[in-house]
């Protein structure tokens, strides 16, 4: 190449002469060839940078003139790194098949029956605590109606049992009673006197013993009707009593003409049992008991 530059320099400028044609495609072939063994060698090396290779070609016959400089030679292209591998993707299983439309309506068919099902325990358990309920109920009132039934019976029983020992008092009383009615008699009749003279013997009746009695009576007497009435009628009865006060038995003797009047003073004589007493402690077995309109005031 120096040699070259020296001849250009120092001698007159001479056009070379053409250079022969078979020559310059030998040269373009072996050009070629050297271009494919080193792209096949840079392919093989991938991570080696190929060296540029230069060549010169002298025409021995020519000095004077300089070869065409041969085309510029395209260096290979990289070989790309190898990508590292793609990361697995993550597939999501697949979603389980819609069922087909009839096994859908025997599914819904069979939550349908299934509820109905139910809703029907939950009556029968409902229907049946009501019907528990309603038996518990009808055995209490039934107890309580034996019990009451019992307890009425037990004071029906009581009042019996009282009135028949009252019964059997009060016959005792009267046999008494009459027999003392007898002696009494019998004594007068021995006496040989008129009934003046017993009746002169025979006590009298307590002035305040009898008004405690009809005061007694009076207070539980209430007549509703008027007592201004005409004459101012008068109702008598006979009252039979035991040694204790209650009275035995109440007998109309005189009525006052208003039936009203006579059931009052009758029902007051009721409520008054048992009556007063005498200051000695002791009754009168038989009273006569007198109320006139007036003494209702």
Avoid: C
């Amino acid at each position: 190449m120096s040699a070259l530059k020296h001849a250009t320099v120092g001698s007159p400028y001479r056009v070379p002469p053409e250079p022969r044609r078979w020559s310059a495609i030998l040269l373009a072939v072996a050009m070629h060839a050297l271009l494919v063994i080193f792209l096949v060698v840079g392919i093989s090396w991938q991570n080696d940078k190929p060296a540029a290779v230069e060549a010169e070609v002298w025409d021995m016959k020519v000095q004077s003139a300089a070869p065409p400089l041969p085309p510029p030679q395209a260096e290979p292209e990289p070989q790309p790194e190898t990508p590292p591998p793609p990361a697995p993707k993550v597939v999501a299983p697949p979603a389980p098949p819609a069922p087909a439309p009839d096994i859908k309506l025997q599914q819904e068919k069979k939550h349908k029956e299934e509820l109905r099902k139910l809703a029907e325990e939950k009556k029968a358990r409902e229907e049946q605590k009501a019907r528990e309920l309603a038996e518990k109920k009808e055995a209490e009132q039934k107890a309580q109606e034996e019990e009451q039934k019992a307890k009425e019976l037990a004071e029906k029983k009581a009042k019996l049992k009282a009135e028949k020992q009252k019964a059997e008092q009060l016959a005792r009383l009267k046999a008494q009673m009459r027999q003392q009615d007898m002696q009494r008699m019998m004594a007068q009749a021995g006496a040989g006197t008129s009934g003046t003279a017993a009746k002169s013997t025979a006590p009298r009746m307590d002035s305040g013993y009898e008004a405690a009695i009809r005061a007694k009576i009076k207070s539980n007497t209430t007549y509703p009707g008027s007592t201004d009435q005409p004459g101012n009628p008068k109702a008598s009865f006979r009252v039979e009593q035991l040694p204790t006060g209650e009275i035995l038995s109440v007998t109309k003797i005189k009525s006052s003409g208003v039936p009203s009047f006579d059931d009052a003073v009758e029902r007051g004589i009721h409520k008054s049992t048992p009556l007063p007493k005498k200051k000695d402690g002791t009754v009168e077995r038989t009273l006569v008991v007198d109320f006139s309109m007036k003494d209702m005031n």
